[in-house]
T-cell receptor
Framework: AQSVTQLGSHVSVSEGALVLLRCNYS??????LFWYVQYPNQGLQLLLK??????LVKGINGFEAEFKKSETSFHLTKPSAHMSDAAEYFC????????????FGSGTRLSIRP | NAGVTQTPKFQVLKTGQSMTLQCAQD?????MSWYRQDPGMGLRLIHY???????DQGEVPNGYNVSRSTTEDFPLRLLSAAPSQTSVYFC?????????FGAGTRLSVL
């Protein structure tokens, strides 16, 4: 079975500071891992994905995530936060199967202080 | 391409009323799903479909019905609305493990 744990339901950083959103997963088979972003009153959109190629994955808007199998983690980072990064971020996992369910974490709301 | 289109965007129901949330996609994706989003609980899968004529239950299916008569459409039906179904509902289609979400339907049941 697969599961996802996002540590911290709310993270607040200053504009220009490092953004670090934590995600740990549990999977009995090699996983696909994703980060989605949800802006206010919108649906979720894909930020980046890991599908067993490079362990460091670059996404849109300057975000990146590193797959660490030994730590079962897939943390999301951005070197310098912008006000426009304020949103809710969801980590998700699915095993290597096109018909498998995607399991989402509970989400982390990112706030940016001026 | 319009992507995934959900209607209506907002709806208020009284307890016991029925309604259908519409979802359509124009990307010819076989896999579609419905989620509900509640504060602090992330997205929970209600029902999903791997193709026309095939549906299955997710983790919170009670109180909801679905059908999939065409590849494009995947409506979600609430037969007798309850206050516990107050939520934001998202429809998604999927290709190669990437989900494409609609903008959501915000439902309040009084």
């Amino acid at each position: 079975a697969q599961s996802v744990t996002q540590l911290g339901s709310h993270v607040s950083v200053s504009e220009g500071a490092l953004v670090l959103l934590r995600c740990n997963y549990s999977s009995s088979v090699p996983p696909y891992l994703f980060w989605y972003v949800q802006y206010p009153n919108q649906g979720l959109q894909l930020l980046l994905k890991y599908t067993s190629a490079a362990t460091l994955v670059k996404g849109i808007n300057g975000f990146e995530a590193e797959f660490k199998k030994s730590e079962t983690s897939f943390h999301l980072t951005k070197p310098s936060a912008h006000m426009s990064d304020a949103a809710e971020y969801f980590c998700a996992v699915t095993p290597y199967s096109s018909a498998s369910k995607i399991i989402f974490g509970s989400g982390t709301r990112l706030s940016i202080r001026p | 391409n319009a992507g995934v289109t959900q209607t209506p965007k907002f709806q208020v129901l009284k307890t016991g009323q029925s309604m259908t949330l519409q979802c359509a996609q124009d990307m010819n994706h076989e896999y579609m799903s419905w989620y509900r989003q509640d504060p602090g609980m992330g997205l929970r899968l209600i029902h999903y479909s791997v193709g026309a004529g095939i549906t299955d239950q997710g983790e919170v299916p009670n109180g909801y019905n679905v059908s999939r008569s065409t590849t494009e459409d995947f409506p979600l039906r609430l037969l007798s609305a309850a206050p516990s179904q107050t939520s934001v509902y998202f429809c998604a289609s999927r290709e190669e493990n990437i989900q494409y979400f609609g903008a959501g339907t915000r439902l309040s049941v009084l």
